[in-house]
């Protein structure tokens, strides 16, 4: 991990892209402009950190803006972690996609997209992936309630596509 | 299959007759794809030309439940994630809580979760073999491979009561101590595995069958894996020995002595030699851990975090207090966030989890790789024969528990 002093220096270095640093825990977490992740993530990985290990959605239900997406980052050589976090409001829940840097990153923003609604511009295939084509809502939001959902039986499917119209 | 290598296949192209490319749907119910999973295989003659993975037939919102429960109550549904290496889904998830409580694990709690750990790990590994080897026409070794799973799963009844999915490890330590018997028990499997798999490796390495559809397909270099996120296993076959138990040590893993199995060119047959000498490295840390097993407390003695011993319940007024706490509201977890990575028998398996101060968790996340690993499918198989798809479906060993979460 890079440590408190080290953090403040790659906060630096990203200039007015970094708003915020925060260590945890002795985890160093950088919050980012979201109009800039895609240059901020290649000047991390021209810092070494090569790896994109995670890319996964949070809800910060009721603050605003609610919305974050977080990159977990990871140097190998130096087996050094850097977690950089965006939060983006429901309203305008539009990032722009890192799959075109980061191979790995396709089926993760996919999940994001599926179980948040952040929508990832330039991503090459942007449906859902967990969740079935024609479901409605990002079941993962933390005012999406939990149960109610109808379990779906082949013998009765004609009525519950009826119910649903 | 492997006779015709990946270069020359493309020249064999050239002489087929037919351009046409052809879409087959395969799965999502096939022995061969290990689970509930659906790929999508653009063919030209048999020649895969592209693959799209269909997936999310099992998605059970764990995710989504366990932000419902009490901390300690979300291990038993986060270990049903990655069904077959339920020990690593709680080692991840309280790791990740240990982290945001500043708990300390006492050091026969890490010890007695690094056995159980190792255990999980040769019995995942074994389910792979199994099915793998009967993926490619090895019938009867699966029986074997079931054989030993008994042995493991015999020893995780023994300490736990269970035999899979065991809520063994908790918050701070593990539940219970191993009960007497258990290390008799350990070190007569312990002197058992090692053997069988030289048999698994006698019988599956003169077996020309198998040997023709591992060595030479589908390769896939250590650069691509990287950029597509691939750890493990399938990382390490390729050469590159990063192992998250080495580079960044958790639970007294660097108390350990154990090699990284490597394989050189990262083709099915690297894969595949590389988790079989896990198996033995497992074994190997399994003796240590035992034969090092320190005396003392298995559980972390703060008493706002895990449960009071039963005795101390008949006598003190204060641990029937923190008993009847713990269990009906459960303890509050200091607002934050943090990501916890360890080594999976898949790869990295990293539980991110934030906390909003109160007794549930606000998101838990699993970044599994089998979720994450399986976007390289397509890149190791496109070019190849069908049937090599298959062996590599197998080697890259998705778990769709783990995939669909």
């Known amino acids: 991990m890079p440590d408190a002093t080290g953090l403040e220096l790659l906060a630096q270095d990203l200039g007015d892209a970094a708003l915020e640093t925060v260590y945890f825990r002795e985890r160093a977490t950088l919050m980012v402009d979201p109009g800039q992740i895609r240059t901020v993530l290649m000047t991390l990985r021209a810092k070494g950190y090569g790896f994109l290990a995670s890319v996964h959605g949070v809800d910060h239900y009721p603050e605003e803006p609610r919305l974050g997406v977080v990159y977990e980052l990871l140097d190998m050589s130096r087996v050094d972690r850097i977690t950089v976090k965006l939060r983006v409001p429901t309203d305008a829940a539009t990032v722009a996609s890192v799959t075109a840097d980061w191979p790995t990153a396709d089926h993760q923003e996919r999940e994001v997209y599926d179980m948040f609604g952040v929508v990832f511009e330039g991503h090459p295939d942007l449906r859902r992936i967990l969740m079935p084509e024609d479901y409605e809502g990002h079941p993962q939001r933390r005012d999406f309630p939990i149960g109610g959902e109808p379990v779906i039986f082949t013998r009765d499917e004609s009525k519950w596509l009826e119910a649903r119209e | ?405």
Not at chain 2, 9 to 28: I, K, M, R, S, V
Not at chain 2, 105 to 131: C, D, F, K, M
Not at chain 2, 307 to 328: C, G, W
Not at chain 2, 332 to 348: D, F, K, L, M, Q
């Open chain 2, 1 to 405: 299959m492997s006779a015709v290598q990946s270069p020359a296949l493309d020249g064999a192209q050239d002489t087929e007759t037919t351009e046409e490319l052809l879409t087959l749907n395969f799965g999502p119910h096939h022995p061969a794809t290990h689970g509930v999973l659906r790929l999508l295989v653009t063919l030209q003659g048999e020649v895969v030309r592209d693959i799209k993975p269909i997936v999310g037939y099992v998605h059970t919102g764990i995710e989504k439940t366990a932000e419902d429960k009490a901390y300690w109550k979300v291990i038993p549904v986060i270990e049903r994630m990655d069904y077959l290496s339920y020990y690593f889904n709680a080692m991840a998830y309280c790791g990740a809580v240990e982290r945001l409580l500043e708990v300390e694990v006492p050091p026969r709690g890490q010890y007695l979760r690094v056995i159980h750990l190792e255990l999980n790990r040769i019995a995942s590994h074994l389910i792979w073999l199994g099915t793998s080897a009967l993926d490619l026409g090895a019938v009867s070794i699966f029986l074997y491979c079931l054989r030993e799973r008994e042995l493991i799963l015999d020893l995780f009844e023994m300490s736990s009561g269970a035999r899979m999915h065991t809520r063994y490890f908790q918050v701070g330590g593990v539940i219970e101590d191993i009960p007497a018997g258990f290390e008799r028990k350990l070190r007569e499997f312990l002197e058992i595995m090692p053997k069988r798999a030289d048999e698994y490796g006698a019988i599956l390495n003169s077996n020309e069958i198998v040997l023709q559809r591992l060595r030479g397909t589908c390769p896939l270099d250590s650069e691509t894996l990287l950029s597509l996120g691939v750890t493990g296993p399938l990382l390490r076959a390729a050469g590159n020995p990063w192992d998250l138990r080495k580079a960044d040590p958790y639970s007294s893993y660097d108390h350990f002595q154990f090699k990284i199995p490597v394989g050189t060119v990262g083709d099915n047959y690297d894969r595949f030699a590389v988790r079989l000498a896990e198996i033995y490295e497992s074994v190997k840390i399994i003796e240590q851990a035992i034969d090092g097993l320190p005396e003392g407390p298995y559980i972390t003695e703060d008493r706002k975090v895990a449960l009071p011993p039963r005795h101390e319940l008949a006598t003190s007024m204060e641990a029937l207090i923190h008993h009847f706490k713990l269990v009906t509201e459960g303890f509050r977890v200091p607002p934050g966030e943090v990501y916890n990575p360890i080594e999976s028998p898949r790869g990295e398996l990293g539980c991110y989890v934030r906390s909003d101060g109160s007794s549930k968790p606000a998101r838990v996340h699993m970044r599994d790789p089998s979720f994450v690993n399986l976007q390289a499918l397509a890149h190791m198989s496109r070019g190849s024969y069908i049937a090599d798809m298959i062996a590599t479906t197998a080697m890259l060993d998705p778990i769709l528990g783990g995939i669909d979460r």
